[in-house]
Each structure stands twice: as C-alpha cells, then as structure tokens.
C-alpha cells in the first residue's frame, strides 16, 4: 500500500469506505424502524388517556345541566313537599276564626208575610242558611221584579235607611228577613204611568253577593222607570 501511487490508494480508501458504509446501512435501516415503532407505540399509548379522559367528564356534565339528577334537585322536592304542609297547616288555622259571610250558594230565599193594604204590599225576603256551618249577613240586599225571561221588570228596590244595620249569624237551617214593600198593581198610576206586566219571580241578591237567587213572585207590577215603589230594608233576626 506504500508504494501504490497516490490514485491507486485514493481509490482503495474510497471503496473501503463504501464497502463500510453498505454494512452499516442496514443497521441504519434497522434503526430508523425500531424508532418508528418506539413512536408509535408512545402516541398509542399517550392516546388511551386522553380518550379515557373526555369519557369521565362526560357524566360529570349530564350532572350539572340536569338539576334532578344531582342532590339540588332532591332538594327542590324537599321544599315543595314542606310548602305544601305549610299551605295545609295556614288553611287549618283559619278554621278556628269568624263565620264567613253567607253565600248564595248556601241560602235560600222565600217571599213571605205578605200582605197588601191601601195600594202598597209589604213583604219580607226570607233567608234561610242551608249550608253545614254558621255563617252572617250583614246589610241589604238587592232587589228587582223579573219576567219570565228573566229581564228586569222596572227599577230595582230603593234602600230603606230607616232601620238599623246588623250582623246577622246563622246556625245551620236558621232564617234571617228582610222587610220589602212594592206598590201593589197600578197603585193609582194610569195605564201610561204604570206599564203594567206580569212578574214570574223576584231576583235576590244577598248583602255582598253578586250571585242572584230567584224567588216566586206572581204578580203584576208596574215596569215604568218612573216608578221607584220597590224599597227593602237591611237583614235582621227573624222577629
């Protein structure tokens, strides 16, 4: 080898180089896969967390975004049951207090003691509790004569200020009245005056109540608006 010529050992070291470099490319090769694999298996493996990660929140988020499922919403039914015992427990307490007022769903009404003299008729309006507790009726109610249809014949009674106001209580089946009075057919008003015409029944409507009550009435009464004979006083004891 020293004594080749320069080319000649030029040459040598070259193709010993590549002859080096050719053993050490499959190691390379080798190499380079075995990284490839290593890269592979570390994203596969940074991957399963990542997916086992979002999968946990997920039941955590239906949480939140529905009250019932969480302790809030067992809560919740907790206080709406309470609300509910407190309602009940108000409404017994008032049991103990004042009798209500009378209603026309728990009266009845009658026209009694009529009777009629000098052109006018007094009556009174008879109220009878019907319902199973004790209830009052205080001042006067309200009055008019009705047609068959059930229209307004004339005016409806004037109050009578004269007699006192009282509360009136009830037991059960108990009567309260009223005193009314009407004038009795024409009473002296002429057939252009008085407008006579057929009454079927009288509409009641007991002191604060805005439910009507009819009561048989069969007359003939005057249906002017220029007549204001029909007068009723406030309720009192049955005397």
Not at 64 to 70: K, T, V
Not at 154 to 161: F, I, K, S, Y
Not at 196 to 220: C, E, M, N
Request: with cysteine.
């Amino acid at each position: 080898m020293a004594g080749d010529p320069p080319c000649h050992r030029t040459r040598s070291w070259v193709f010993m180089h590549v002859a080096t470099v050719r053993r050490a490319i499959p190691v390379l090769v080798l190499a380079l896969a075995a990284l490839t694999a290593c890269d592979k298996d570390t994203e596969g493996a940074s991957g399963v967390p990542s997916t086992d990660s979002s999968t946990a929140l997920s039941p955590s988020s239906a949480s939140s975004a529905d009250p019932a499922a969480s302790d809030g919403g067992a809560s919740s039914a907790s206080r709406s049951r309470a609300g509910a015992q407190d309602g009940s427990s108000d409404s017994d307490s008032g049991r103990g207090g004042d009798p209500q007022r009378c209603t026309s769903a728990h009266l009845r009404v009658s026209a009694e003691n009529v009777d009629t003299a000098a052109g006018t008729t007094h009556f009174q309006l008879v109220f009878q509790n019907t319902g199973d507790s004790t209830c009052t009726l205080t001042g006067f109610p309200g009055v008019s004569f009705r047609g068959r249809d059930g229209a307004r014949i004339g005016n409806a009674a004037e109050r009578d200020t004269d007699a006192a106001v009282t509360t009136v209580t009830l037991i059960p089946n108990a009567h309260a009245a009223a005193d009314a009075q009407a004038p009795s057919g024409r009473s002296g008003y002429s057939d252009a005056e008085c407008r006579l015409k057929s009454v079927s029944f009288l509409g009641v409507f007991p002191p604060g109540s805005r439910d009507q009550i009819d009561a048989p009435w069969k007359t003939a009464e005057c249906g002017s608006s220029a007549i204001h004979g029909l007068k009723v006083g406030p309720v009192h004891p049955i005397r």
